[in-house]
């Protein structure tokens, strides 16, 4: 199973970026897909999750700025990313949770990551 990642780059403060990821590969289900990000010195952080079938989940220091989607035909997950900050700053990386046959064991993979820098 391969994530491949689009979008990110550089930006203003108080500016939009989106960015996406399609799995593909040898795909039964994907029980959650979402995004991480992390910035230099710290540590890897949830930004948004969304499960199959369940709620979106987002990191406080993002809510009511950033929208996960999902589109389960395509296996692809978005995060629209609207007035960014400079702590906004950080390779963000697509995560999935994906079902690839039936023995219904869960494999966890991860995008390669992309970078997303907010000017000030």
């Known amino acids: 199973v391969q994530l491949v990642e689009s979008g990110g780059g550089l930006v203003e403060t108080g500016g939009s970026l989106g960015l996406s990821c399609a799995a593909s590969?040898?795909?039964?289900?994907?029980?959650?897909m979402g995004w991480y990000r992390q910035a230099p010195g710290k540590q890897r952080e949830l930004v948004a999750t969304?499960?199959?079938?369940?709620?979106?989940n987002y990191a406080n220091s993002v809510k009511g700025r950033f929208t996960i989607s999902r589109d389960n035909a395509k296996n692809t997950v978005y995060l629209q990313m609207n007035a960014l900050k400079p702590e906004d700053t950080a390779v963000y990386y697509c995560?999935?949770?994906?079902?690839?046959?039936?023995?219904?064991?869960?494999?966890?993979?991860w995008g390669q990551g992309t970078q997303v820098t907010v000017s000030s």
């Open positions: 590969g040898s795909i039964l289900r994907i029980h959650s």
């Open positions: 995560n999935a949770i994906v079902v690839r046959d039936t023995s219904f064991v869960e494999y966890n993979y």
């Open positions: 969304l499960p199959s079938g369940g709620s979106k």
